[in-house]
Each structure stands twice: as C-alpha cells, then as structure tokens.
C-alpha cells in the first residue's frame, strides 16, 4: 500500500512538535513500504521469540497481544506467499486475541499491526497489515493466523534492551486480575503498577480510523512499537492509580504511534515482565501533552502520552520465554533519567517562568584541577534546604545540541536539553537567599563541566585574582527550580540526635550544607559520624573542615576516612575526629546493631552505593531505612 503523506494525525502532531516544515521529517513517510521485504520476512521467520501485535475489541479499543509458539523458540512465523507471514501459536486464557479472534468474519476484515524485536542485537521490523485467515487448530488454544502486509518499516533500536531470551514452555498460564471496564472510581491493582513501575520496556498498540472521505489516500490501519528506558521511567499517577504517563524521548521523528493517538485517542500498553513470566494488558483513552502540559504532569519532561485505563487483565506465568538465568539485561545507553510526576515528587520547587529567573557567576574556587566550588548570584530569592539541589538552564554557557537521531560516540548527547542540576553545597536561612554555590567535579567528556572548568582555568592563568574576589564573571544562566528530598531530618526536642553520612568522594556535597547548617537550637546537640571514601582525601577533607565551625556548632563530629593515599590526609581543625582507615571500606565494618538509632544518609555512585548498603545493613541498617541520593536528575 502506497503511502501519500502524513495523515490529519501525524499532520497535527508534527504540528505540535515545529517539525511539520522539516524537509527532512515530511518526507520519512516514504521510507514506509507497501509489502513485506524479503529481509524482513527471513528476519521474522528466524529470529523472533515472540511477536507483539495490535487488534481491536468489539467497541474498537486496541489490545496488545503477545503471540508466541508452543515451545517458545524462534520459527513459530512462517512466509508462506509474498506479503504474507503464517503465525501458529498458543493463546492463554487472557490473552486479548483469544477473545477479539471472535470478531473475525472473513477476508481482510481485521486489522492487525506488529513489531518483531531480536532481543539480543536490537535488530527490530515493524509491519501493520490485516488479518486475511483465522483458523483453531486445537481445543487447547492453539491457533493459525495468516497475516496480509502492506505497510513495513525497520523501527527505531535507540531504547531496545538488550536481552539474552531462552525458551521456557513449562508455562501454566493464570489469570491474576482482570476487568474489562473500569468503573470511574476503580484503581489498578498494586501488583499491575508494580510491574509498570518496574518496566523497562512496553509494547504501545494505536489505531487509526478514517474519516470516510480521506479512507482512499488514507485507509484506517493499526500500529505496534515498542518504548523503552531505564526501569521506572513509565509512571502511574497517584491519584487515580490508573492514568499511565509515557514519556516520549527523541526518535527517528516518524511519530506514526502519536499521530495515531491524536486522530483516534485510545492506546493499548503490554507489560512483560521477562524473569517471571507475568504479562499485563491494558488499554485506554489516550491522549498527548507537548510544552507546558507535559511539564506540570511530569516536570522537564517536554512530551509525554497519558493513558487512562478503561480495561486490563494481569496473567501469571504466560510467556514461554524468559531472561536466561544469571544474565542482566544490558540498558540503553540513549536512555535518560528517570522523570517523576510531580505528583510524586513534592521536593521539586519550579519557579515561574514569567519571573525569567536566573544566575550570574560571581567567583571560582578552583580546589585541584578537577574539583571546584562555583559561587552564583541569583535575580530571584530561592528556598533551599540543606541538601537540596538546584535546577539550571546552561543553555546560555552551551546552546542546545542539534537534532540527531543517534549518536553512538556519545549516547546521552540525544536527549541533552542543556538542563543540569547540582547539589548546593552551601547553606542559607530558611527565609531565602540570593548567593549559593555548587561543588562539582569535573565529569570527562562532559559539556557544560567541561566548560565550567575551562573558564576557571582560563581565569587562574590569566587572572589568578579574579578566582577570589565576589565580582560576577560575566557568565548568566537560567534558573529553572529547586529540588531534592535528601534532607536533614526535623529538629528534635532531644538531648542527641544521631546521624551517619555515607558519603564516596564529591557525594560530600550535600554533607557539606548540612554540616554547615547544624546550629544549636532547641536544646538539640547532633552526634555525626562521617564516614568518606576518596582517592582526593587533601581536598574533600580540607572542604570538610572549612565547612565545620567548631564554635558555632552544636556537633559532636567524627569523621572516618578510607582513602589508598594515605599520606594525602591532612590534620583537621578543633573539634573533629579525625579516624583514618586504608583501602575501602569493609562488609563487617559495623558491629551487628551498631546503627540502630541512627539517620543513616547515603551519598555516592551506584557501584559505591551498592559496597555501602552491604555495610551498612550489617550495622543494623537496612536498605529500606537509608535515605539515599540518587543523583537521577
């Protein structure tokens, strides 16, 4: 089938996204062929464990299926004539095609779209077609399906995860949660957002239906992609427990899945989990948010789909194929970080536009060659709690790349806007301020780091003087918001309140805030303990001390350092404990209990946080109780 152009759709939304007079986006419609290729078919017949495919119900929702053959290999999809793929499976109780299936009444009168997906190399076609012969082979659910293509089109592997997938036929199928029709007040149940929540990938079914003047150029059709991200980036909000938020990251532009959205506002979602088994189907309404919609649903996230579940059904144990055990799957490297809701994240304080907020460099000091704390002017009073991080736009200092549809010397540069946020490592009265400062490390390869230090090294070559004095530096960058739950607990009426920081090299930035913010009020003397694993022990304990007012304190502090440069550890001032300790820190470090009482706070990368946590729950404190930072901005 010949394609003429876009469809009023994805017309409207390349509207909505200013690509609609790209040269380059209006003419990708006719990368879109009208028959199976030949590669495409061998690619299916061979290489598939599954296939993901789109029908309709009888009042026209899409579903998405997950077909699978009876041993769960690769070879249950055959080509028996041109166009045309033969798939025999094994439908479970659940499965949405078993009960759609009932609709079909002859040649060519269901509609049908999938997306074959080789796990393990991210080689990935796409077809959408119709249904031309329907067939029972068993009582058992066994069934042939003969499949007319003619749309097909390789998708975009940017998201795929990687997978090692073996067969797993010892299936036995059950169904955990069903309902067809959610009532208005009726939420999903716990164990269907859980496995939402903790996806990394899900299969997005659309529809199109035509307007009967445009059937000809345009003829109704379905569509079945795949999205994928880190685990966790789809979100359910909150309130309903059954509006689901997608976010879109930047693709290859076609936007066939939203543009479906926008001409025929319904979408199915199909969750694998691929350790268990579990497959969850849902459908719903559909609808999609661009600009300052997206951002008050899920903040810095620009365009986003919602779907509000009107049907789903949750099966244990279905899928006859499963990560091979002992194997991880191996993440996209384009993925960004996880965006929450703002309903979920409370913490995140965006300040308004029209008040054009913004920061002007004031001073620089430069600690070693990759490590330096900027110092920043504010046009507008900000509320920062120690620990908190600001959001900034850097799009002053860097611009804002380029489209690119990849990008494999450097993966995260696709989905760059320019917008960083960094832990303040100063601290303010809670009435607000208009100076804070950011200690940062340089990251390698990193553009806005990167020109951040090349300013300051430009300035100690060439002006050594300005690094020091409070002048502003001519650099003005927006301010976009605050953030941050990693946070001192409420002050106590008690005698003591206990405190252990974790903290693995520049993960001392947000202790350094909350160290200088510990003053005596209430009664209240804080015991903190400081435990710091760095290879930098002369600069990060050096900013420590400088931080520590040991008069105006009310801390007993102690501070436990591992470091392998042992003869780098400097004396620190009156008042500190300073225990020093060679190499890492070890699992038995903690006695059994000796933690209980404490706020444990946990601050560093994932490798660091992982070695820590071991510790840490050997003390006496689990994983759950430790209040941890992230650094998912």
Known sequence: MALHGWHRGENTIHLKLNTFNDYAVSTLYMSIQGDLPGEHAQFHTTCLHFLPVTTLDAAGRPWGSILAGHDGQPGFIQTPRYSTLSVDVKLWDGEPLAENSKLFEGEGSMLVAGIGIEFATRRRNKFAGAISRFKEVDSDGGIKLELRVNEAIGNCPKYITVRDLVPHPQTKPQIAYQESRLSPAQRLPDAAIALITGADTVFLGTSYKAYVQDSLLFPSHLGMNQRGGRPGFIRVVPSD??????????????????????????????????????????????????????????????????????????????????????????RSPYSPPIRLLADETASVSLLDKSEGATALLAKIGLHNPSIAT????????????PGQAIIMDMSPLVGVPAYRHMAQNKPTSV???????????????????????????????????????????????????????????????????????????????????????????????????????????????????????????????????????????????????????????????????????????????????????????????????????????????????????????
């Open 374 to 385: 900027f110092t920043w002017n504010s046009s507008v009073d900000l509320r920062i709690k």
């Open 241 to 330: 427990g059954r509006t689901v938020v997608l976010p879109d990251f930047s693709g290859n532009r076609f936007m066939t899945s939203l543009g479906n959205i926008e001409a025929t506002p319904l979408a199915s979602l199909t969750f694998v989990d691929f350790t268990s088994g579990d497959i969850l189907y849902l459908t719903g309404d559909a609808e999609n948010l661009v600009g300052p919609d997206a951002l008050k649903l899920m903040p810095f996230q620009k365009t986003v789909t919602t779907v509000s579940v009107t049907g789903y059904t949750l099966v244990r144990d279905a899928l006859p194929v499963r990560q091979r055990a002992g194997t991880s799957p191996q």
């Open 415 to 633: 989905n760059d806007d320019s917008i960083r946020t960094w832990t303040v490592s100063s601290s303010h009265p809670s009435s607000g301020t208009r100076q804070f400062s950011l200690t940062m490390r340089e990251k390698p390869g990193g553009a806005v780091t990167g020109s951040l230090f090349a300013i300051a090294r430009k300035l100690a070559e060439l002006r050594p003087e300005a690094l020091a004095d409070s002048s502003p530096l001519g650099l003005r960058v927006g301010i976009v918001g605050v953030t941050g739950d990693f946070v001192l607990p409420p002050e106590t009426n008690s005698l003591a309140s206990k405190m252990l920081w974790v903290a693995g090299g520049i993960g001392i930035t947000p202790f350094l805030s909350m160290l200088k913010a510990l003053r005596p009020a209430n009664g209240t003397r804080w015991d903190v303990r400081l435990l710091i694993a760095t290879r930098e022990p002369d600069v990060l304990l050096s900013l420590i001390d400088s931080a520590f007012d040991a008069e105006g304190s009310a801390v007993d502090f102690v501070v436990e350092v591992f470091t392998t440069n042992m003869k780098d550890v400097p004396e620190l001032g009156r008042g500190i404990v300073l225990r020093r300790h060679t190499g890492r820190m070890p699992r038995d470090f903690f006695g059994a209990g000796e933690l209980e009482g404490w706020d444990v706070y946990l601050c560093g990368s994932p490798e660091f946080e992982k070695a820590a946590l071991a510790a840490l729950a050997e003390g006496g404190a689990p994983e759950r109780e430790v209040i941890r930072e992230g650094f998912e901005y």
